[in-house]
């Protein structure tokens, strides 16, 4: 996401978050669950953890997975401590560090992550 670099006429960023923001969907989202800077930061790494377990498990089964699927699975990152402690020390590291270094250590995620 970029602010700057685009000339007003041509940066799309705030017409999407206009449209974002009219999604009752979004509004409710925002309103249960984006509190504060750390769910705020938060929810941005599991929206990240959402598309790494979007794209291993398209790579693993051939099939795009199911709403139930992903809550269940994204459950089970929290659930399980050899799952919950790297992600824990990911959102560590999001606080803390650059949101490019973090990206990078997602994108090596579906690597080191054991079939359940």
Known sequence: ???????????PFFQDLAVLMRTENFRQFYKEHMHN????KSTIV??????????????FTGNAITDAEMELL???CMRRKEYRQPFTSLI????????????LQLEELPGRIKKI
Not at 1 to 11: A, K, V
Not at 37 to 40: F, G, R, V
Not at 92 to 103: F, H, I, N, W
């Open 74 to 76: 994204l459950k089970e």
């Open 92 to 103: 560590q590291a999001y606080l803390t560090k650059d949101l490019k270094e973090m990206l």
């Open 46 to 59: 599991y929206i990240e953890l959402y598309r790494t377990i979007e794209t291993v498990f398209q790579q």
């Open 1 to 11: 996401m970029s602010l700057t670099p685009h000339p007003e006429s041509t940066n």
């Open 37 to 40: 800077a750390l769910e705020l």
